[in-house]
Nanobody
Framework: EVQLVESGGGMVQPGGSLRLSCTAS????????IGWFRQAPGKEREGVSF????????YYAESVKGRFAISRDNAENTVYLQMNSLKPEDTAVYFC??????????????????WGQGTQVTVSS
C-alpha cells in the first residue's frame, strides 16, 4: 500500500519555526521527486517546495524563499521541510506528494501521483 505520512505541524507564533516530515512507504522512494504543497481556507492549493530524486534540483515558491529549506533522506524514505521565520500567511494544511516526473512545472499538482493526508500549520500570536 502506497503511503505518504506528514508530521510536525502545529501552532507557532510569528517568527517561529517548525520542521515538517514526510515519510513514504509502498513504492520506490528513490525514484520519485517530492513536492510540498499547502492549502489555506478558501484558497487554491499551491506549490511550496520541490526536491528531485538525487537532490540535483530544488525549488521554492517566491513567498517562502530564504525562509524554508527542503531536504531528503533516501535511506529513511523521508523528506523534510524546515520552516523558519513563519508568518501568519503561512497558515495552511501542508501536503507532501510524490511524482515520477514533473517536467518543467514542479508546482503543477496534477503531475503528482501520490499524496499524503496533510498536516495543519497555524501561525498566530
Amino acid at each position: 500500500e502506497v503511503q505518504l505520512v506528514e508530521s510536525g505541524g502545529g501552532m507557532v507564533q510569528p517568527g517561529g519555526s517548525l520542521r515538517l516530515s514526510c515519510t513514504a512507504s509502498g513504492f520506490r522512494f528513490d525514484d520519485y521527486a517530492i513536492g510540498w504543497f499547502r492549502q489555506a481556507p478558501g484558497k487554491e492549493r499551491e506549490g511550496v517546495s520541490f526536491i528531485s530524486t538525487s537532490v540535483e534540483a530544488i525549488y521554492y515558491a517566491e513567498s517562502v524563499k530564504g525562509r524554508f529549506a527542503i531536504s531528503r533522506d533516501n535511506a529513511e524514505n523521508t523528506v523534510y521541510l524546515q520552516m523558519n521565520s513563519l508568518k501568519p500567511e503561512d497558515t495552511a494544511v501542508y501536503f507532501c506528494a510524490a511524482a515520477f516526473a514533473v517536467g518543467n512545472n514542479w508546482a503543477d499538482s496534477s503531475r503528482y501521483a501520490y499524496w499524503g493526508q496533510g498536516t495543519q500549520v497555524t501561525v498566530s500570536s
